[in-house]
């Protein structure tokens, strides 16, 4: 009895470090150790994406006629301009990535980043004469990654910024769950008319910031495996 008693003990005490194994992250990680991080990926726009965009400018009559949506702009106390909108200024790429937009005409947005839209259309403003001080504002709308599986809260996880990386979108979705699998986050990505598969091991710091899934982008899948899953 005594033997089976010290098996059993032995066990469970081999499960619960292989358990808190399973639960570290970057277990490689040690102070002043060094890890290659894959080259940064900028968001930028594809076909069906939105975007608002906004031209400020002195010249407050010119300015508006590039603000669809903008009824007047005003001066703050603090000098600076402020546009009146009844709605955002808002524009759809197309299927071949182009927006309509006012005056300029068809602009091709496709594979641009935030800053990059902005000088495009500051440039060609001041090359056609029209605002020479223009200042360009673009923000992207209702870009997200889906977070499904084992994490706190599953579901679409919002990009607000120029870059995204799978730490945000784990950390946004209140961190895996003590089920949740950490040796194989699974990244399911659109590349043409294909979906590439990319599996990251939270385990390994080394794993994580040089895979080309460190940073996401728009439409990424990210799915947490549940741990019993795992073979």
Avoid: W
């Avoid at 602009?107 to 902005?118: E, I, N, Q």
């Avoid at 986050?185 to 390994?204: C, D, F, P």
């Amino acid at each position: 009895m005594k033997q089976t008693a010290c098996l059993l003990i032995s066990v469970a005490l081999l499960s619960s470090c292989a358990t808190r194994s399973q639960l570290t992250y970057f277990r490689d990680a040690q102070a002043g150790s060094e890890v290659a991080v894959a080259a940064p990926r900028l968001i930028t726009l594809e076909p069906g994406n939105d975007v608002n965009i906004f031209v400020n400018s002195r010249d407050e009559k010119l300015a508006q006629l590039f603000n669809v949506g903008v009824s007047a702009i005003e001066t703050s106390d603090e000098g600076r301009l402020v546009m009146i909108c009844h709605e955002k200024p808002r524009y759809t790429l197309d299927g071949g990535g182009y927006i309509d937009f006012p005056v300029l005409g068809q602009l091709k947005l496709d594979g641009l980043t935030r800053d990059s839209v902005a000088k495009l259309i500051k440039r060609k403003l001041v090359e056609g004469r029209m605002l020479t001080d223009a200042v360009v504002n673009v923000k992207f709308c209702d870009l997200y990654v889906n977070v499904l599986g084992e994490v706190a809260h599953p579901g679409r996880v919002a990009i607000e910024g120029d870059s995204f990386t799978l730490i945000d979108a784990l950390g946004l979705s209140g961190d895996l769950t003590a089920n949740g699998d950490r040796r194989c986050i699974v990244v399911l990505r659109k590349e043409g008319n294909t979906r590439r598969t990319y599996s990251v091991n939270l385990n390994s710091a080394e794993d994580v910031y040089s895979s080309p899934a460190f940073f996401l982008k728009q439409g990424d899948v990210v799915y947490v495996k549940p741990r019993r899953a795992h073979k």
